[in-house]
């Protein structure tokens, strides 16, 4: 089992940042990708960025490319999601996941291929 636990959520300004951490327990965190999802109300959860078990290879959405950056240290058994340029759009609670990869990146942005979810944290943008 991996405990995931999400941080770093709340309200913030259109045009403002956020940092979201993800803390893992449980398993050796270096065996997992990790991937951040977002849900807003009355739609699907949708991915956001993924990364492998190294951080080596990262992949975001188009829709965050280039104001989302997803890392982690694996030291702290921790990923984050570093979110600048916030707009209104992209209010939504917010998921981290962590897919057992064995070989390969390991990288998804196919929910249904995580194995382990959070809790969830919200992300409120105001205009």
């Known amino acids: 089992q991996v405990q995931l636990v999400e941080s770093g959520g709340g309200l913030v300004q259109a045009g403002g940042s956020l940092r979201l951490s993800c803390a893992a327990s449980?398993?050796?965190?270096?065996?997992?990708?990790m991937g951040w999802f977002r849900q807003a109300p009355g739609k699907e959860r949708d991915f956001v960025a993924t990364?492998?078990?190294?951080?080596?290879?990262?992949y975001c959405a188009a829709s965050v490319k280039g104001r989302f950056t997803i890392s982690r240290d694996n030291a702290k058994n921790t990923v984050y999601l570093q979110m600048n340029s916030l707009n209104p759009e992209d209010t939504a609670v917010y998921y981290c996941?962590?897919?057992?990869?064995?070989?390969?990146?390991?990288?998804?942005?196919?929910?249904?291929?995580?194995?382990?979810w959070g809790q969830g944290t919200q992300v409120t943008v105001s205009s």
């Open positions: 449980g398993r050796t965190f270096s065996n997992y990708a």
């Open positions: 990364i492998n078990k190294s951080g080596s290879t990262t």
């Open positions: 996941a962590a897919r057992r990869t064995y070989y390969g990146a390991g990288t998804s942005v196919d929910l249904n291929q995580y194995d382990y």
